[in-house]
Each structure stands twice: as structure tokens, then as C-alpha cells.
């Protein structure tokens, strides 16, 4: 069992202990050479166990390792902005520690006897206000005396608005702060999708550049195996040996081994030498059940809506929207003659917003779109919907 952490509620999970204490060594390690005390960048697809590792595993191998961790889920809260959820984070932490709040409100000019009184919110830290995140880590790093490390899980959110591309500038400035002059800050995002977490860090004038973006890795036969040994309540038991290619063709997903697992339980009339046989079959069923309800959101679109969004995932990252050529082919794609139809830039606007609104397409504050989901661009190639795009 893994070091219980106020981040993980000690359902059963199968734990990545070796994975994460090599993970936060690395992120800890403070190397002449390495970039990686700009920060860390984790990729791996949706479903897959990200969020669960970093709560259970990762948090607690960090704080074994000495450090403060505070964790920031920007999809907990669809409707806050990134950047106000950054800084609730930094506030709830430092709510924590009267030597903070006391230190942070001295340097307001506030003396300690007023402070729990009126005269000394929280709400005064924060982009543009009274005490910035740089001045706020700064007062927690004192307090802690070692490294933080703050975990922003579904960080592409962060630059999906201006506050929050702010509030990674100024997490840029605390690294730097705190690095040089207190017990060193360590930024780990993790995210979905690659090419989203790279532009976090990829061009000059973003925060976090150079720093070091690595595919999380799947989880592997330990977790197979354990899903067998605790999958119980059947005839018979499941082999790892059946179960691993499911487990691959399932895009290495959980959930899609559980529910198949939850049906089987229920199936009474099951013979011991039949269950393996039905297991791959329940599996196979739910990866469709999964394409299908992906494809049903994707028939309940308009025609231009349709047609944005499919010319969107056939270009992947080189589209650009308002282009001539590009308008071409959302005319293609809904079904008129290149050249013809009433397609203008304003209805092409109007059916990326919705999409964003149904959580389909993502955008960056600077304007450059994505699917929010690349497991339903996969599908639609595979359906044969971006043929010709
Ligand atoms: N190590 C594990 N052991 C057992 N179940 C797991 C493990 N990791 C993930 N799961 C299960 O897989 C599902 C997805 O996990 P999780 O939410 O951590 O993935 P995610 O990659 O963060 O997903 P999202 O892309 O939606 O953020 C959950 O139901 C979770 O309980
Ligand atoms: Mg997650």
C-alpha cells in the first residue's frame, strides 16, 4: 500500500509505487545539466489512469521525498477559470499555515495582531492584487523549508484563457524566485493530449519552455494481473495471458475491463469453461458501446458543425481555420461543390464555438483550435469521415 495521502481517498487501485518514486526523484533532482527544474510535462490519453497515479502514487512519493505538494485539477470545475482555479490552490495552501499568513500580511504592512480579523483576507493574493503567487510560494517555501511541487492536472485548460496563460507566467516568475532564493518550485502538468501540452512549452513566449515533455506510460501487465486476481465472484478466473491484448485493444482503459467484468458477474447461467471466451466478447462490446455513444454526439451535429469538425481532425495540428483553402474544404465536407454555398467566416466561427460549447473542440486564448478528444478523430478516420479531407 502506498503512503496514504490527503489527495487519495484509499479506494482499491492497483499501485504504480516504482514508477512514481522514479518520477519524483527525477522531478526533485536538481541537475546543472537538466531542464527539468523548469518544470515536467506528462502526456497520456483519456481514461487511462492519469489522475489516479498522480493523486495515489506520485503525491505521495514526493512528499516521501521531502516535498510540499499542492494539487490543482483545472477540468474539477468546467466553468471556473483556470487561472482563478491556480490561485484558489495557492490561497487554500497557504490558508494552512498561520507562519505563511502572518509573514504574507506583514509584507502588506499589516501587523500580527489584526491578523484573522477583517484586515487580512486571502482574497488580497492573487494576479494583480496586493501579494502575487511569486511573494505567496516564496512565504510557503519558507514554511516548508524544502521544495514544492505544485501538480496541475488537464494543464492544457491553463491557456484556454488570458488569466490563466497569466497565472503560468507567474508561476514561471515563482520558479524562478524560488529557485534561486528559497527551497526551489517544480511546475508537473499533465494532460491528454500532446500536442496541446506542447504548446505550453514550445515556443519562447510561453512559461514553461524547454521543459521536458514524456508520454506517461500505459499501465502494464502488474495491473492486468491484478485486475485478474481481483476480479472475483466468477466460475472461473481470468489468465492475464486472455485479458492483456483485450486490455491493449481497450486502449489501455480500465473502465473498459471493469464494466465488462460487472456484466459478467451478473450472467448466472455461466459456465466456469465459458468465461474467458464471454469476458473478450463483453469487452469487445463495450469498446463498441464507447464508439458508439462518441458517434452519437457526432450525428446530433449540424451539417457546418459536422463539417468543421471533421476537416479539423483530418488537419490535426496545421489547421487553420478562416483560410481559403480550408473553407474549401469545409464546403466539401458538407456535401456542396468547391466554391459554392454560403459558407462565410462568421458561420465557421459560430460552429467552432459550438462545438466548443459541447465539448468537442478545444482553443487556445490565442485562437489555434483542437479536438479535445483525438480518440474521436481516430474513429472517424476509421469510419471512413475524413476520407477526401
Ligand atoms: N492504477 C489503477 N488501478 C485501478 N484502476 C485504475 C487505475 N488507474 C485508473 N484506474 C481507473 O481508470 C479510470 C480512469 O482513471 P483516471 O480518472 O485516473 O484517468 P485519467 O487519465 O485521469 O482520465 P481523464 O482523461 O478523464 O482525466 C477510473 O475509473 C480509475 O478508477
Ligand atoms: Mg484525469
Redesign the pocket.
Given at each position: 500500500m502506498a503512503a496514504t495521502s490527503p489527495l487519495f481517498d484509499g479506494g482499491q487501485?492497483?499501485?504504480?509505487k516504482a514508477l512514481a518514486e522514479r518520477l519524483a526523484r527525477q522531478v526533485l533532482h536538481v541537475s546543472p545539466t537538466s531542464a527539468s527544474s523548469s518544470g515536467l510535462f506528462l502526456a497520456?490519453p483519456?481514461?487511462?489512469?492519469?489522475?489516479?497515479?498522480v493523486r495515489a502514487d506520485f503525491a505521495p512519493a514526493l512528499e516521501t521525498l521531502g516535498a510540499r505538494v499542492i494539487y490543482v485539477d483545472l477540468?474539477a470545475d468546467r466553468k471556473a477559470d483556470p487561472g482563478e482555479v491556480i490561485v484558489a490552490a495557492i490561497r487554500t495552501e497557504l490558508a494552512k499555515s498561520e507562519f505563511v499568513v502572518t509573514k504574507v500580511a506583514k509584507s502588506l504592512g499589516i501587523t500580527g495582531a489584526k491578523i484573522g480579523s477583517v484586515d487580512f483576507s486571502l482574497d488580497r493574493v492573487g494576479l494583480g492584487k496586493d501579494v502575487s503567487l511569486v511573494q505567496a510560494l516564496a512565504a510557503l517555501s519558507d514554511d516548508a523549508k524544502g521544495p514544492i511541487v505544485l501538480i496541475i492536472d488537464?494543464a492544457q485548460q491553463a491557456i484556454t484563457t488570458q488569466t490563466g496563460n497569466d497565472a503560468m507566467f507567474s508561476l514561471k516568475a515563482a520558479r524562478d524566485e524560488l529557485n534561486a532564493a528559497h527551497f526551489g518550485l517544480r511546475v508537473v502538468c499533465t494532460g491528454?493530449n500532446r500536442d496541446k501540452l506542447a504548446m505550453l512549452r514550445s515556443s519562447k513566449d510561453q512559461a514553461f519552455f524547454g521543459a521536458p515533455l514524456i508520454d506517461f506510460p500505459p499501465?502494464d501487465e502488474g495491473?492486468v494481473k491484478w485486475f485478474c486476481d481481483n476480479t472475483t465472484e466468477l466460475p472461473a478466473k481470468l489468465s492475464p495471458e486472455v485479458v492483456t491484448p483485450l486490455f491493449r485493444e481497450a486502449g489501455n482503459?480500465?473502465?473498459i475491463l471493469g464494466a465488462a467484468a460487472d456484466q459478467l458477474r451478473f450472467d448466472l447461467a455461466l459456465e466456469p469453461g465459458d468465461v474467458e471466451r464471454r469476458f473478450s466478447q463483453l469487452v469487445e462490446e463495450q469498446i463498441a458501446q464507447a464508439n458508439d455513444d462518441l458517434l452519437e454526439v457526432f450525428h446530433s451535429l449540424t451539417p457546418i458543425q459536422s463539417a468543421v469538425l471533421r476537416v479539423l481532425a483530418a488537419a490535426g495540428k496545421g489547421y487553420a481555420p478562416f483560410e481559403s483553402r480550408t473553407m474549401e474544404k469545409y464546403r466539401l465536407a458538407s456535401g456542396g461543390e468547391p466554391g459554392d454555398g454560403e459558407l462565410s467566416s462568421a458561420n465557421v466561427q459560430q460552429a467552432l464555438a459550438a462545438l466548443q460549447e459541447k465539448g468537442l473542440v478545444w482553443r487556445a486564448s490565442r485562437g489555434v483550435y483542437a479536438m479535445e478528444d483525438h480518440s474521436l478523430s481516430d474513429l472517424l478516420r476509421r469510419e471512413g469521415y475524413l476520407e477526401g479531407l
Open positions: 487501485i492497483f499501485h504504480r497520456a483519456r481514461r487511462t489512469g492519469k489522475t489516479t497515479f477540468w488537464e491528454s499501465l495491473y482503459r480500465p473502465e
